[in-house]
């Protein structure tokens, strides 16, 4: 008869073969780690640092994957069905919102002391904060702002705008009608594809206005109680679009607006910082021509109360106490100042360390693109970076950011109000009706 301690030390020694086989040590932990980030510059950065700090913990591996935002809602559900959530995720503060409000994940509050909370810019962190706790760790900042080209401003006579009135007459006067072969100019593009451009492009005015959906401090919904606000907000948009945007510019989406602001078909244009890349590529003799401004609330006397913008987070998923406990040490050592500048690094001017540490390092100061736009950069840090909302996440995290995201119920009012199919108050009202509609769902 076999004995029972000979089972198990060959059980053992059989364990062994095979994790020897794999090449990993015989008491290896593994956890999987996803990232949105899917453009190979931000990937690499990111597994590189991911396997660099792993190696700081005794046999610790890390299974890297890029997952699509397109593709990410559908995995983080069957993740959760399986419960199996990554111990680690690098996305968005909606998808932060969606996996929180599923109870999925881990507070990373401790962290954020650890690291000192007043490092981290407080919009970013405001954004993923809810029940007192924070959800996700900020890395860098997907930011806002109007782009526009200052030689065509000088040769006009014009001054960065400080009101909408003021943004609409320099769009006109940078109109050009096309003569002796050059192309026709438009002084301002307003993208309205359904899909996620046009609420961004609407609520970068509506913020700009100081209006919100849920009111910052109570969380309780406001939007239809702004309508005025809301629809002035509409027919502004509207109005520029008439006046000053490529007609074609109701369907745009991304690639559409900054094609047309890089090849210099648009004077004026909001945007997220990708231009500059798309400069560098395409057109790099713009670069000394771009400049940035926040987007302007109605009045001069008053500045912009807040901007349209976003950022990239580090969360931890529910999983065995030791993979949590992992995952957490993985991460402080990646906010290593300039690990954090690294990152930013890798899509320079379109990334943003969301850390003040990591924007004045060395690291991020030196680089070239950066020291580049320097005077840009310090506009967009200090003056739209600090006051941010993310439609529906204006009192902390909401999935509603998520329903926004994946309809096209604000897209659809906007496009027809543009077109003259219904009037901007009656898109207000569709909006309203639908945001309100959200919200009581996602409130059950």
């Known amino acids: 008869m076999i004995s029972i301690r000979r089972i198990v030390a060959q059980t053992v020694a059989s364990t062994a073969l095979i994790w020897a086989a794999s090449g990993l040590p015989a008491h290896a932990a593994e956890i999987t780690f996803w990232t949105n980030l899917t453009t190979a510059s931000q990937a690499n950065v990111?597994?590189?640092?991911?396997?660099?700090?792993?190696?700081?913990?005794?046999?610790?591996?890390?299974?890297?994957?890029?997952v699509p935002f397109g593709s990410m809602y559908t995995r983080l559900i069957t993740a959760m069905r399986r419960?199996?959530?990554?111990?680690?995720?690098?996305?968005?503060?909606?998808a932060v919102a969606f996996v929180q409000a599923k109870n999925g994940l881990v507070p990373v509050t401790d962290i954020v002391a650890e690291l000192g909370k007043n490092d981290f810019l407080a919009s970013y962190l405001n954004a993923v904060s809810k029940d007192e706790q924070v959800w996700g760790l900020p890395d860098w900042a997907l930011h806002q702002?109007?782009?526009?080209?200052?030689?065509?401003?000088e040769r006009a006579g014009l001054k960065v705008p400080n009101s909408w009135d003021e943004l609409l007459v320099a769009a006109k006067a940078l109109n050009q009608a096309a003569a002796d072969g050059k192309p026709q100019v438009y002084g301002f593009a307003v993208p309205m594809g359904r899909a996620l451009v046009a609420p961004q492009t609407y609520f970068q005015v509506f913020y700009a206005a100081g209006g919100t959906i849920f009111d910052p401090k109570t969380g309780g919904y406001v939007f239809g109680d702004q309508k005025a606000l809301a629809v002035r907000s509409l027919q502004f948009l509207i109005d520029l679009y008439k006046a000053a945007s490529p007609?074609?510019?109701v369907e745009w989406s991304w690639a559409e607006?900054?094609?047309?602001?890089?090849?210099?078909?648009?004077?004026?244009?909001?945007?997220?910082?990708?231009?500059?890349?798309?400069?560098?590529?395409?057109?790099p003799e713009i670069l000394d021509k771009m400049g940035v401004f926040p987007f302007p609330g109605p009045s001069a006397d008053k500045k912009p109360v807040a901007s349209l913008s976003g950022g990239y987070y580090y969360l931890i998923g529910k999983s065995a106490p030791e993979k949590v406990a992992a995952s957490k040490k993985l991460l402080r050592c990646m906010y290593d100042p300039k690990l954090v500048a690294e990152r930013a690094n890798s899509r320079p001017i379109f990334a943003i360390p969301a850390t003040h540490s990591a924007f004045k390092s060395e690291v991020y100061q030196s680089n070239e693109m950066v020291k580049h736009f320097k005077p840009q950069l310090d506009i967009?840090?200090?003056?739209?970076?600090?006051?941010?909302?993310?439609?529906?996440?204006?009192?902390?995290?909401?999935?509603?950011?998520?329903?926004?995201?994946?309809?096209?119920?604000?897209?659809?009012?906007?496009q027809n109000a543009a077109l003259g199919k219904i009037k901007a108050e009656a898109a207000i009202d569709q909006i309203d009706e639908q945001l309100h509609f959200q919200a009581e769902i996602l409130s059950r």
């Not at 090849?263 to 560098?280: P, S």
């Open 380 to 414: 967009i840090f200090n003056d739209v970076m600090q006051h941010w909302y993310r439609y529906g996440m204006e009192a902390g995290l909401n999935p509603l950011a998520g329903q926004i995201e994946a309809t096209t119920f604000i897209g659809d009012a906007i």
């Open 46 to 66: 990111i597994q590189k640092q991911a396997n660099a700090c792993a190696a700081r913990q005794p046999d610790l591996q890390v299974k890297f994957e890029t």
């Open 83 to 94: 419960n199996d959530l990554p111990n680690i995720m690098n996305t968005l503060e909606g």
């Open 247 to 249: 007609p074609a510019s």
């Open 145 to 153: 702002e109007v782009w526009y080209r200052k030689d065509l401003f």
């Open 257 to 283: 607006y900054r094609t047309a602001f890089v090849k210099g078909q648009v004077a004026m244009t909001n945007e997220w910082g990708a231009v500059v890349q798309m400069a560098a590529e395409q057109n």
